[in-house]
């Protein structure tokens, strides 16, 4: 059984920063992908940005040049750097591990931006 525990969610004006972090109870190159997910109220969950296990990443592209997915192998903990927040950036972000055959979800850290 894969747990994975996000922190580092809160309230934070536009412009700010925010670390997220996702502590997972395996090894990290033990997932395929590891990523981070977020949900706004009334929306679908999208994705926000993915590693693989040999280190390529993705971005969505609403957060291109403001977010940074990175990892620590020997803390298991993958992060999510956050700068210039935006209003529209506030959700409830996960982090998501692909361990074949299935995906692994954390409970989720709520980010909120003011303006």
């Known amino acids: 059984q894969v747990q994975l525990v996000e922190s580092g969610g809160g309230l934070v004006q536009a412009g700010g920063s925010l670390r997220l972090s996702c502590a997972a109870s395996i090894s990290i190159f033990s997932a395929n992908v590891m990523g981070w997910y977020r949900q706004a109220p009334g929306k679908q969950r999208e994705l926000v940005a993915v590693?693989?296990?040999?280190?390529?990443?993705n971005y969505a592209d609403s957060v291109k040049g403001r977010f940074t997915i990175f990892r620590d192998s020997a803390k298991k903990t993958v992060y999510l750097q956050m700068n210039s927040l935006k209003p529209e950036d506030t959700a409830v972000y996960y982090c998501k591990f692909n361990v074949f055959p299935r995906d692994y979800w954390g409970q989720g850290t709520q980010v909120t931006v003011t303006s």
């Open positions: 590693m693989s296990n040999v280190g390529s990443t």
